[in-house]
C-alpha cells in the first residue's frame, strides 16, 4: 500500500546552513559597540528571532534603544555577517535526494526573508524549495509557531503528513503548537534536552529521508 509523500519544512540557521560564525561575529561587535556588558557566551541567541534576544540584552532599554540595537546589529549582518556561512556536510545531497524523491520542501525560520533569500541563493538551494517563509518587520507576531502555522495556511498543507525539521527547540515547539510532526536535526546547534520533546531525531542529514518514509510516519 502506497502513501501520500509528507511535505517537510526545514529550518535554516543551525539545520541547513551553519551560519553560527556570522550571527555571534556581528552580535559581538554589535554589542560591544553599544557598550553592552555581556561576559558570557552568546550561542543561545542563535535560533530565536532579533527581537526575542534584544529584551535578554537591554532589559531595562527603552524602545528605542532595542529598536536601535537591532537594526546596528542587521545592518551588520546585511553587509558582511549573512555571508560568513557554509552548507552543512550532507544536506545539499540530502535536499537534492528528498527533491527528486518527490518530496514537496519548505524553509521556515525566524531569520528574515531577504536575508534567508539570499543565503539560500548563495549556495544554489532556493529551487529546491517550493516556498521560503522568513520573518517580516510588518509582521505582528515574530514568533516562530506563528510563522510556521502561516505557512501552513497559506500553502494548505495538511497537519497529519507535513513534518517540521529543525535544530532548536523553538521549531519543535512551534511544530507541536501546530500540530504536526517534528524532527530534531542532531548536526545542529540544539541539545539532548531540546531533542526530547521531538517526535524524531536525525543524527545526521542522511538519516532524514528514512525517517520520514510515509510508512513511518503512519506507524510512528
Known amino acids: 500500500m502506497s502513501y501520500p509523500l509528507p511535505a517537510l519544512i526545514f529550518d535554516l540557521d543551525g539545520t541547513l546552513t551553519d551560519s553560527k560564525p556570522g550571527i555571534l561575529s556581528c552580535l559581538r561587535k554589535t554589542i560591544d559597540a553599544h557598550g553592552i556588558d555581556y561576559p558570557g557566551p552568546l ?25 536601535e540595537l537591532v537594526r546596528d546589529y542587521r545592518d551588520l549582518y546585511d553587509r558582511e555577517g549573512w555571508s560568513n556561512n557554509s552548507v552543512f556536510p550532507g544536506v545539499r545531497e540530502m ?12 524553509v521556515c525560520t525566524s531569520k528574515q526573508k531577504r536575508f534567508a533569500d539570499r543565503i539560500l541563493d548563495l549556495f544554489e538551494l532556493s529551487s529546491m524549495f517550493a516556498a521560503i517563509y522568513g520573518d517580516l518587520a510588518e509582521f505582528a ?22 513534518w517540521m525539521i529543525g535544530d532548536r527547540s523553538y521549531d519543535i515547539d512551534a511544530a507541536r503548537a501546530n500540530g504536526i510532526r517534528s524532527m530534531a536535526a542532531g548536526w545542529g546547534y540544539g541539545s539532548k534536552e531540546e531533542f526530547a520533546a521531538a517526535d524524531a531525531v536525525a543524527a545526521s542529514p542522511a ?5 520520514v518514509n510515509p510508512s513511518y510516519a503512519v506507524l510512528g
Open 95 to 106: 535536499i537534492t535526494q528528498l527533491h527528486y524523491a518527490g518530496y514537496t520542501l519548505y
Open 43 to 67: 550561542d543561545h541567541f542563535v535560533g530565536p528571532p532579533v527581537e526575542a534576544w534584544v529584551l535578554e540584552l537591554l532589559p531595562n532599554g527603552t524602545h528605542a534603544q532595542q529598536s
Open 207 to 211: 538519516e532524514v529521508i528514512a525517517l
Open 141 to 162: 507576531s515574530h514568533r516562530k509557531e506563528d510563522l510556521l502555522a502561516l505557512l501552513v495556511r497559506e500553502c494548505g498543507l495538511s497537519k497529519d503528513s507535513t
